[in-house]
């Protein structure tokens, strides 16, 4: 899940909720909204492998 912050920036935020503080854990801040894109795929690949 991306969403964009007010400074601009974009934030790739975990799908599940983490049990322990019931938010989304925080996977790394992008100047672009592409940038996040990768970074989301490349999180999806190495889930898998």
Do not use: W
């Not at 935020?13 to 672009?32: E, H, M, V």
């Amino acid at each position: 899940m991306i969403r964009k912050l007010k400074s601009g920036e974009y934030r790739l935020y975990s799908k599940k909720k983490d049990p322990k503080t019931n938010k989304r854990r925080n996977l790394g801040t992008f100047d672009s909204l592409e940038a996040a894109k990768k970074h989301e795929r490349d999180v999806q690949y190495f889930k898998r492998h």
